[in-house]
Protein backbone atom coordinates (compact mmCIF):
# COMPACT_ATOMS: atom_id res chain seq x y z
CA UNK A 1 0.00 0.00 0.00
CA UNK A 2 2.64 2.69 0.88
CA UNK A 3 4.59 1.88 -2.26
CA UNK A 4 1.63 2.11 -4.26
CA UNK A 5 1.43 5.86 -2.39
CA UNK A 6 4.93 6.46 -3.01
CA UNK A 7 4.50 5.66 -6.74
CA UNK A 8 1.27 7.55 -7.10
CA UNK A 9 2.72 10.87 -5.20
CA UNK A 10 6.10 10.61 -7.14
CA UNK A 11 3.96 10.64 -10.25
CA UNK A 12 2.02 13.64 -9.57
CA UNK A 13 4.67 15.49 -8.15
CA UNK A 14 6.54 14.90 -11.58
CA UNK A 15 3.37 15.75 -13.88
CA UNK A 16 2.94 19.37 -11.90
CA UNK A 17 6.39 19.79 -12.54
CA UNK A 18 6.09 19.05 -15.98
CA UNK A 19 3.12 21.41 -16.52
CA UNK A 20 5.39 24.23 -14.33
CA UNK A 21 8.11 23.65 -16.59
CA UNK A 22 5.99 23.52 -19.95
CA UNK A 23 4.47 27.15 -19.17
CA UNK A 24 7.58 28.26 -18.31
CA UNK A 25 8.89 27.41 -21.78
CA UNK A 26 5.61 28.39 -23.53
CA UNK A 27 6.20 31.98 -21.49
CA UNK A 28 9.09 32.35 -22.21
CA UNK A 29 8.51 31.84 -26.52
CA UNK A 30 5.88 34.10 -26.04
CA UNK A 31 7.95 36.61 -24.91
CA UNK A 32 9.39 37.23 -28.20
CA UNK A 33 6.46 36.49 -30.46
CA UNK A 34 4.99 33.18 -31.87
CA UNK A 35 4.92 33.06 -35.54
CA UNK A 36 1.79 31.52 -37.14
CA UNK A 37 2.98 28.18 -38.91
CA UNK A 38 0.11 28.56 -41.46
CA UNK A 39 -0.30 31.96 -42.77
CA UNK A 40 2.69 31.71 -44.70
CA UNK A 41 1.64 29.01 -46.73
CA UNK A 42 -1.96 30.93 -46.48
CA UNK A 43 -0.26 33.83 -48.52
CA UNK A 44 1.81 32.21 -50.76
CA UNK A 45 -1.57 29.96 -52.35
CA UNK A 46 -3.45 32.90 -52.30
CA UNK A 47 -1.12 35.90 -53.79
CA UNK A 48 -1.26 35.54 -57.79
CA UNK A 49 -4.26 33.34 -58.48
CA UNK A 50 -7.41 34.45 -60.13
CA UNK A 51 -11.20 34.17 -59.37
CA UNK A 52 -13.70 34.98 -61.94
CA UNK A 53 -17.17 36.18 -61.61
CA UNK A 54 -19.76 36.23 -64.11
CA UNK A 55 -23.07 38.09 -63.28
CA UNK A 56 -26.41 38.16 -65.16
CA UNK A 57 -25.59 41.68 -65.53
CA UNK A 58 -24.10 44.75 -63.85
CA UNK A 59 -26.71 46.95 -63.56
CA UNK A 60 -28.41 46.35 -60.96
CA UNK A 61 -27.52 46.17 -56.85
CA UNK A 62 -27.19 42.31 -56.22
CA UNK A 63 -24.26 42.08 -58.78
CA UNK A 64 -22.74 45.51 -57.47
CA UNK A 65 -22.78 44.44 -53.84
CA UNK A 66 -21.60 41.05 -54.71
CA UNK A 67 -18.86 42.74 -56.83
CA UNK A 68 -17.76 45.10 -54.76
CA UNK A 69 -17.40 42.30 -51.61
CA UNK A 70 -15.25 40.43 -53.59
CA UNK A 71 -12.83 42.67 -54.27
CA UNK A 72 -12.65 44.20 -51.04
CA UNK A 73 -12.30 40.30 -49.44
CA UNK A 74 -10.24 38.97 -52.28
CA UNK A 75 -7.65 41.83 -53.64
CA UNK A 76 -5.65 42.32 -50.71
CA UNK A 77 -4.40 38.81 -50.93
CA UNK A 78 -3.22 39.81 -54.45
CA UNK A 79 -5.65 37.84 -55.77
CA UNK A 80 -7.10 38.55 -59.50
CA UNK A 81 -10.58 39.90 -59.90
CA UNK A 82 -12.04 39.35 -63.72
CA UNK A 83 -15.20 40.53 -63.78
CA UNK A 84 -18.02 40.23 -67.17
CA UNK A 85 -20.97 41.97 -68.09
CA UNK A 86 -23.35 40.01 -70.30
CA UNK A 87 -25.69 42.79 -69.70
CA UNK A 88 -29.05 40.88 -69.00
CA UNK A 89 -27.96 38.94 -72.26
CA UNK A 90 -27.55 35.05 -72.11
CA UNK A 91 -26.25 34.48 -75.08
CA UNK A 92 -23.35 37.08 -74.50
CA UNK A 93 -23.29 35.56 -71.10
CA UNK A 94 -22.53 32.05 -72.65
CA UNK A 95 -19.76 33.85 -75.00
CA UNK A 96 -17.96 35.58 -71.79
CA UNK A 97 -17.76 31.98 -69.74
CA UNK A 98 -16.40 30.13 -72.65
CA UNK A 99 -13.72 32.94 -73.17
CA UNK A 100 -13.38 32.55 -69.16
CA UNK A 101 -12.87 29.02 -69.43
CA UNK A 102 -9.81 29.68 -71.80
CA UNK A 103 -8.39 31.81 -69.46
CA UNK A 104 -8.55 29.42 -66.92
CA UNK A 105 -8.96 31.37 -63.75
CA UNK A 106 -8.36 29.21 -60.32
CA UNK A 107 -12.34 29.61 -59.27
CA UNK A 108 -15.23 30.79 -60.84
CA UNK A 109 -18.13 32.88 -59.61
CA UNK A 110 -21.51 32.33 -61.90
CA UNK A 111 -24.96 33.84 -61.67
CA UNK A 112 -26.81 31.46 -64.01
CA UNK A 113 -29.43 33.45 -66.49
CA UNK A 114 -31.55 30.07 -66.23
CA UNK A 115 -31.34 26.71 -65.28
CA UNK A 116 -30.35 25.60 -68.56
CA UNK A 117 -28.02 28.05 -70.90
CA UNK A 118 -24.54 27.46 -69.08
CA UNK A 119 -24.94 23.67 -67.79
CA UNK A 120 -22.81 21.98 -70.44
CA UNK A 121 -19.99 25.03 -70.00
CA UNK A 122 -19.96 25.23 -66.18
CA UNK A 123 -19.52 20.95 -66.43
CA UNK A 124 -16.48 21.95 -69.01
CA UNK A 125 -15.01 23.89 -66.66
CA UNK A 126 -15.06 21.74 -64.12
CA UNK A 127 -13.45 18.97 -66.07
CA UNK A 128 -11.02 21.33 -67.11
CA UNK A 129 -9.91 22.28 -63.57
CA UNK A 130 -11.59 24.89 -62.87
CA UNK A 131 -13.80 24.95 -59.58
CA UNK A 132 -17.34 26.50 -59.99
CA UNK A 133 -19.14 28.47 -57.61
CA UNK A 134 -23.10 29.29 -58.55
CA UNK A 135 -24.51 32.54 -56.78
CA UNK A 136 -28.27 32.35 -56.07
CA UNK A 137 -29.38 31.28 -59.40
CA UNK A 138 -28.55 27.45 -59.98
CA UNK A 139 -28.73 25.41 -63.00
CA UNK A 140 -29.37 22.08 -63.54
CA UNK A 141 -25.40 21.51 -63.54
CA UNK A 142 -25.02 21.20 -59.92
CA UNK A 143 -21.06 22.74 -59.44
CA UNK A 144 -18.80 22.23 -56.58
CA UNK A 145 -20.56 25.04 -54.40
CA UNK A 146 -23.86 27.01 -54.69
CA UNK A 147 -23.84 30.03 -52.14
CA UNK A 148 -27.46 32.23 -52.25
CA UNK A 149 -31.07 31.59 -51.12
CA UNK A 150 -32.59 29.14 -50.18
CA UNK A 151 -35.77 29.72 -52.43
CA UNK A 152 -38.33 27.16 -51.33
CA UNK A 153 -38.29 28.87 -47.97
CA UNK A 154 -38.25 32.20 -49.01
CA UNK A 155 -41.15 31.21 -51.17
CA UNK A 156 -42.95 29.82 -47.92
CA UNK A 157 -42.12 32.61 -45.42
CA UNK A 158 -43.27 35.07 -48.25
CA UNK A 159 -46.67 33.24 -49.01
CA UNK A 160 -47.04 32.62 -45.11
CA UNK A 161 -47.00 36.80 -44.74
CA UNK A 162 -49.36 37.16 -47.26
CA UNK A 163 -52.05 34.50 -45.85
CA UNK A 164 -51.45 35.62 -42.52
CA UNK A 165 -52.66 39.36 -43.49
CA UNK A 166 -55.46 37.87 -45.68
CA UNK A 167 -57.15 36.43 -42.85
CA UNK A 168 -60.80 38.04 -42.54
CA UNK A 169 -60.46 39.32 -46.31
CA UNK A 170 -61.37 38.10 -49.67
CA UNK A 171 -58.62 35.43 -49.75
CA UNK A 172 -58.09 36.71 -53.00
CA UNK A 173 -53.48 37.31 -54.00
CA UNK A 174 -51.86 37.53 -57.01
CA UNK A 175 -48.08 36.18 -57.36
CA UNK A 176 -45.97 37.80 -59.70
CA UNK A 177 -43.19 35.42 -60.42
CA UNK A 178 -39.39 35.95 -62.57
CA UNK A 179 -38.68 33.83 -65.42
CA UNK A 180 -40.02 30.63 -65.66
CA UNK A 181 -36.68 29.62 -66.73
CA UNK A 182 -35.05 30.54 -63.81
CA UNK A 183 -34.34 28.32 -60.96
CA UNK A 184 -34.83 31.21 -57.85
CA UNK A 185 -38.36 31.75 -59.78
CA UNK A 186 -39.20 28.03 -59.94
CA UNK A 187 -37.85 26.78 -56.69
CA UNK A 188 -39.84 29.87 -55.04
CA UNK A 189 -42.79 29.07 -56.27
CA UNK A 190 -42.48 25.48 -54.79
CA UNK A 191 -42.69 27.12 -51.28
CA UNK A 192 -45.39 29.34 -51.96
CA UNK A 193 -47.51 25.73 -53.57
CA UNK A 194 -46.05 24.09 -50.09
CA UNK A 195 -47.74 27.02 -48.10
CA UNK A 196 -51.05 27.41 -50.29
CA UNK A 197 -51.57 23.42 -50.10
CA UNK A 198 -52.71 23.88 -46.41
CA UNK A 199 -54.61 26.59 -47.28
CA UNK A 200 -57.42 25.88 -49.08
CA UNK A 201 -59.06 29.46 -48.69
CA UNK A 202 -56.85 31.16 -50.11
CA UNK A 203 -57.66 31.72 -54.26
CA UNK A 204 -54.79 32.48 -56.39
CA UNK A 205 -56.37 34.99 -59.24
CA UNK A 206 -53.00 35.51 -61.41
CA UNK A 207 -49.78 34.01 -61.43
CA UNK A 208 -47.62 35.47 -64.25
CA UNK A 209 -44.16 35.70 -65.05
CA UNK A 210 -42.65 39.32 -65.33
CA UNK A 211 -39.44 38.51 -65.88
CA UNK A 212 -37.55 40.55 -63.38
CA UNK A 213 -39.06 43.69 -64.96
CA UNK A 214 -40.18 46.41 -62.66
CA UNK A 215 -42.74 47.78 -65.68
CA UNK A 216 -44.04 44.72 -66.48
CA UNK A 217 -44.54 43.82 -63.19
CA UNK A 218 -46.52 46.88 -62.97
CA UNK A 219 -48.75 46.57 -66.05
CA UNK A 220 -49.55 42.84 -64.65
CA UNK A 221 -50.93 44.14 -61.35
CA UNK A 222 -52.76 46.86 -62.43
CA UNK A 223 -54.58 44.59 -64.62
CA UNK A 224 -55.11 41.91 -61.79
CA UNK A 225 -56.68 44.95 -59.72
CA UNK A 226 -58.76 46.18 -61.81
CA UNK A 227 -60.02 42.58 -62.31
CA UNK A 228 -59.69 41.70 -58.45
CA UNK A 229 -60.89 44.85 -56.41
CA UNK A 230 -60.90 42.86 -53.63
CA UNK A 231 -57.22 41.40 -54.17
CA UNK A 232 -55.98 41.25 -50.30
CA UNK A 233 -52.33 40.23 -50.67
CA UNK A 234 -49.53 39.53 -53.72
CA UNK A 235 -46.64 37.35 -53.39
CA UNK A 236 -43.56 39.19 -55.60
CA UNK A 237 -40.55 36.99 -56.36
CA UNK A 238 -37.76 40.16 -56.67
CA UNK A 239 -37.71 43.74 -54.78
CA UNK A 240 -36.50 45.40 -57.79
CA UNK A 241 -39.16 43.96 -59.88
CA UNK A 242 -41.70 44.83 -57.56
CA UNK A 243 -40.94 48.08 -57.22
CA UNK A 244 -43.41 48.00 -60.23
CA UNK A 245 -46.02 45.78 -58.45
CA UNK A 246 -45.80 48.32 -55.11
CA UNK A 247 -46.24 51.24 -57.70
CA UNK A 248 -49.56 49.99 -59.02
CA UNK A 249 -51.29 49.54 -55.61
CA UNK A 250 -50.01 52.58 -54.39
CA UNK A 251 -51.52 54.10 -57.35
CA UNK A 252 -54.58 52.13 -57.21
CA UNK A 253 -55.52 53.67 -53.25
CA UNK A 254 -55.41 49.88 -52.27
CA UNK A 255 -52.33 50.17 -50.18
CA UNK A 256 -54.31 49.39 -46.93
CA UNK A 257 -55.97 46.71 -48.46
CA UNK A 258 -53.29 44.98 -50.20
CA UNK A 259 -50.06 42.77 -48.53
CA UNK A 260 -47.39 42.80 -50.85
CA UNK A 261 -44.72 40.74 -49.92
CA UNK A 262 -41.55 39.82 -51.45
CA UNK A 263 -37.77 39.11 -51.23
CA UNK A 264 -34.36 40.65 -52.47
CA UNK A 265 -30.34 41.41 -51.49
CA UNK A 266 -31.38 44.07 -48.81
CA UNK A 267 -29.87 46.91 -50.73
CA UNK A 268 -31.00 50.49 -48.22
CA UNK A 269 -32.98 52.13 -51.06
CA UNK A 270 -34.38 49.25 -52.59
CA UNK A 271 -35.68 47.41 -49.64
CA UNK A 272 -35.28 49.03 -45.81
CA UNK A 273 -36.73 52.61 -47.76
CA UNK A 274 -39.26 50.85 -49.88
CA UNK A 275 -40.42 48.92 -46.50
CA UNK A 276 -40.53 52.11 -44.67
CA UNK A 277 -42.51 54.27 -47.07
CA UNK A 278 -44.89 51.71 -47.47
CA UNK A 279 -44.27 50.10 -51.16
CA UNK A 280 -43.95 46.81 -49.36
CA UNK A 281 -45.07 45.45 -46.18
CA UNK A 282 -42.45 42.63 -45.81
CA UNK A 283 -38.98 42.37 -47.35
CA UNK A 284 -36.99 39.04 -47.01
CA UNK A 285 -33.29 40.05 -47.45
CA UNK A 286 -31.12 37.55 -48.13
CA UNK A 287 -28.18 39.70 -47.33
CA UNK A 288 -25.97 40.51 -50.53
CA UNK A 289 -22.63 41.40 -48.67
CA UNK A 290 -22.54 38.50 -46.10
CA UNK A 291 -22.89 36.58 -49.55
CA UNK A 292 -20.29 38.34 -50.71
CA UNK A 293 -18.39 37.15 -47.89
CA UNK A 294 -18.80 33.46 -47.97
CA UNK A 295 -18.48 33.55 -52.17
CA UNK A 296 -15.14 34.75 -51.21
CA UNK A 297 -14.23 32.34 -48.67
CA UNK A 298 -15.35 29.62 -50.15
CA UNK A 299 -12.62 30.75 -53.15
CA UNK A 300 -10.36 31.58 -50.33
CA UNK A 301 -10.69 27.76 -49.45
CA UNK A 302 -10.67 26.40 -52.71
CA UNK A 303 -7.57 28.07 -53.67
CA UNK A 304 -6.04 26.11 -50.78
CA UNK A 305 -7.70 22.96 -50.89
CA UNK A 306 -5.81 20.05 -52.53
CA UNK A 307 -8.53 18.23 -53.62
CA UNK A 308 -9.56 18.41 -57.82
CA UNK A 309 -12.56 20.53 -58.94
CA UNK A 310 -15.85 17.97 -58.65
CA UNK A 311 -14.52 15.74 -55.92
CA UNK A 312 -17.28 17.12 -53.44
CA UNK A 313 -20.37 19.34 -53.98
CA UNK A 314 -22.10 21.13 -51.07
CA UNK A 315 -24.45 24.36 -51.13
CA UNK A 316 -24.52 27.34 -47.77
CA UNK A 317 -27.42 29.16 -47.50
CA UNK A 318 -28.22 32.64 -46.64
CA UNK A 319 -29.87 32.83 -43.65
CA UNK A 320 -32.30 35.54 -44.14
CA UNK A 321 -33.56 38.73 -42.36
CA UNK A 322 -36.97 39.79 -42.47
CA UNK A 323 -37.40 43.62 -43.09
CA UNK A 324 -40.70 45.08 -41.95
CA UNK A 325 -42.18 48.59 -40.94
CA UNK A 326 -40.82 47.87 -37.33
CA UNK A 327 -37.43 47.56 -37.67
CA UNK A 328 -36.50 48.80 -41.49
CA UNK A 329 -34.44 52.06 -39.86
CA UNK A 330 -32.85 49.94 -37.50
CA UNK A 331 -28.78 50.48 -38.10
CA UNK A 332 -27.47 47.12 -40.22
CA UNK A 333 -30.64 45.85 -41.08
CA UNK A 334 -29.77 47.12 -44.92
CA UNK A 335 -26.68 48.24 -46.72
CA UNK A 336 -25.68 50.53 -49.11
CA UNK A 337 -23.50 50.57 -52.22
CA UNK A 338 -20.11 51.89 -51.71
CA UNK A 339 -20.46 50.68 -47.95
CA UNK A 340 -21.33 47.06 -47.80
Known amino acids: MKYAFRNWLSATCFTAMAAISFQATLSISHADGLDDPLRAQYLEKLKGKKVAFLPIALSFDLALGWQEGLKRELEPYGIELIVRDPNWNSNAGAQALTTLIAAKPDVLIVQNADLQTYAKLLKKAEAEGIKVVQVNMRSVYQSTVYVGADWVEVGERATSAVVEACKGK????????????SASSAFTLTGVQNVLKDNPQIKVVSSQAADWDAAKAKGITQTVLRQN???CGIV????GMDIGTGAAV???????QVFLATSGGGEQRGACDKVADGTFDVDFSYDVP?????MAGVAKWLLQAAATSGDSKGSIYTTLKVITPQNAAEPGMCWRLGKS
Open 170 to 181: SGKISIVQGPTS
Open 250 to 256: VEAGMKD
Open 236 to 239: GFWD
Open 229 to 231: PDL
Open 290 to 294: AQAMT
